[in-house]
């Protein structure tokens, strides 16, 4: 039986087939990246199969240390089956030090490391270019309630708390990372998306200097080349860890 229907959502890094059961999603990654909204394009063979596996192997972690996600299982290398949520337009970003945008429309310096997390939340909405928001406007917006954007907040919290650790023992720096989540049918809210390169800023901690090694999607945005090379050496230390 075929279990990849028709094609319901298609982003600028994923496919979302439906799936035999209503309650579950066939995602597929593809091996286009985007930067800045969209305006810098690129195809890069092998990543929408290195996000799926990293992205796999991550949710795998998160869940045995009891946060809920989407993912189920993978179908192949580049396709994973999750439930199916409705996703919340509102995109979770978590710093643990300084570095992007916080530096541009701040005066805080490049690779500060911050005394505690920072929350960054933005409106999931291409056409207004993803702007920064506030919990009040999110209130006027009737995005979410406010119980759940503090449950969101909770997770993301502990999220990051797991995945600095993990990501320390394979000596990457876990700089900042971007989250979605969702409702299921139960209105359950679980993370969704993808934790891959692609979300997350990875800096190598096997440097003897003090230069940064980014080994994520700053390599596209920033022009730096070896983006599938840093992809595959991120997804070779999770292999070896595990
Ligand atoms: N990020 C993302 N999607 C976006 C914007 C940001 O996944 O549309 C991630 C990005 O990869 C980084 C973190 O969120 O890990 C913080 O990004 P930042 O706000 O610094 O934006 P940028 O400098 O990438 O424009």
């Given at each position: 039986m075929n279990d990849k229907h028709e094609l319901i959502y298609e982003g600028k890094a994923k496919k979302v087939f439906s799936h035999n059961d209503a309650d579950k999603v066939v995602i597929e990654f593809k091996d286009d990246a985007t930067a800045f909204n969209a305006l810098k394009k690129a195809k890069f063979e092998g990543k929408g199969k290195l996000n799926c596996l990293i992205s796999a192997r991550i949710f795998e972690i998160l869940t045995k240390n009891s946060i809920p996600t989407h993912f189920l299982e993978l179908k192949n290398e580049y396709t994973m089956i999750a439930k199916k949520i409705k996703i919340i337009p509102l995109e979770i970003v978590l710093r643990n030090t300084a570095y992007g945008s916080l530096c541009k429309q701040t005066s805080i310096k490049s690779g500060t490391v911050l005394a505690k997390p920072l929350i960054d939340i933005y409106f999931k909405d291409d056409e207004l270019n993803d702007p920064l928001i506030t919990k009040d406007r999110i209130a006027l917006m009737n995005i979410i309630s406010s119980k759940d954007l503090e449950l969101i907040i909770d997770l993301t919290i502990k999220i990051n708390e797991i995945l600095k650790k993990f990501f320390k023992n394979i000596k990457?720096?876990?700089?900042d990372f971007k989250l979605e989540f969702g409702y299921d049918f139960q209105n359950n809210i679980l993370l969704g998306d993808e934790i891959s390169p692609d979300n997350c800023r990875l800096w190598d901690l096997?440097?003897?200097?003090?230069t940064i090694v980014s080994l994520d999607k700053d390599r596209f945005r920033n022009d730096l080349g070896g983006l599938i090379e840093a992809y595959s050496e991120i997804n070779q230390r999770i292999n070896n860890f595990i």
């Open positions: 990457l720096q876990l700089v096997n440097q003897k200097s003090d």
